[in-house]
């Protein structure tokens, strides 16, 4: 490794498991201090010390654990360098008149109000350090090329593609960069067999992705490491699809 990310204090939200837990052992490996913020105390608590990184319980839905967060961050490492909204949720793929109010209140708190929250509480907290930052938002391909049975969690997903780029262009002046990562659909992480429905479904799927797979927690790890290196200083505002060509 080349520790690109040497000296870096990095969040990383549902780091307890799948693109999360690859994430978090990335940065790791990079030189970054990690440490992972998720609302399963056990495996989170388990893969913190796997991984030799922090863990701290934080539902990203609560604003309360997003400034408990920034406090244990803050006692821990006197700084954050780079946040990781990869926390993320969805319903079976499903018709669209089947969701419930349920279901999509759920998927906008966990995959929009929790985005609003981290900028909300940690955007002031860079400022003020004055040292700049780099927010990585986990949105999808769904968000850039939606497909039917996911309509309310592609618009969460399209709904912080746009305000990552937003936020971009406002914070750029305190060199406070915001990206998003787009993965194409993975293949055994937890949200997978929700978003393929069920799993002859599979076979059809990766016959779209032109490279031939479904995107790997190390795909999407590599692009994060990079976008938050000094290799990528004057990237901000853009949503790079991680997906074998599958936007193309
Ligand atoms: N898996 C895929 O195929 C795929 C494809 C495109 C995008 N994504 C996105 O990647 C991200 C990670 O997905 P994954 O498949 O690794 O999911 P996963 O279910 O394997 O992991 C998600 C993690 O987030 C945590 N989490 C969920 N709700 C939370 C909350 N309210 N507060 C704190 N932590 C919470 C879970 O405990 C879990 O550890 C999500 O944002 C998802 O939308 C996944």
């Known amino acids: 490794m080349s520790g690109k990310l040497s000296g870096k204090v990095a969040i990383v939200t549902g780091g307890a498991g799948g693109f999360g837990k690859g994430i978090a052992e990335k940065f790791t490996q990079e030189g970054a201090q990690v440490i992972i913020a998720d609302f399963v105390e056990e495996a989170g608590q388990k893969t913190a010390s796997e991984l030799k990184c922090e863990f701290q319980r934080c539902n990203v839905t609560s604003r309360q654990d997003w400034e408990s967060l920034v406090k244990f961050a803050d006692e821990k490492f006197g700084k954050i ?98 990206n998003s990562v787009c993965p194409v659909v993975g293949l055994n992480t937890g949200l997978s067999d929700l978003f393929l429905g069920k799993p002859e479904n599979e076979k059809i799927f990766m016959a779209s992705v032109p490279l031939g797979r479904g995107s790997t927690p190390k795909d999407i790890a590599n692009a994060c490491a990079f976008l938050c290196s000094s290799e990528a200083d004057f990237l901000t505002g853009i949503d790079l699809p991680v997906d074998g060509g599958r936007c193309v």
């Open 81 to 178: 360098d780079i946040v990781i909204n990869n926390a993320g949720t969805t319903y079976r793929n499903k018709p669209t008149n089947d969701v419930t109010d349920e279901d999509f209140d759920k998927v906008f708190a966990v995959n929009v109000k929790a985005i609003y929250y981290s900028a909300n509480v940690i955007v002031p907290y860079m400022q003020k350090k004055g040292n700049g930052g780099s927010f990585v938002t986990i949105a999808s391909t769904a968000g850039i090329r939606p497909r039917p049975g996911l309509t309310w969690y592609n618009a969460s997903k399209a709904a912080v593609i746009n305000a990552t780029k937003t936020m971009a262009v406002e914070y750029a002046k305190d060199n406070i960069r915001f």
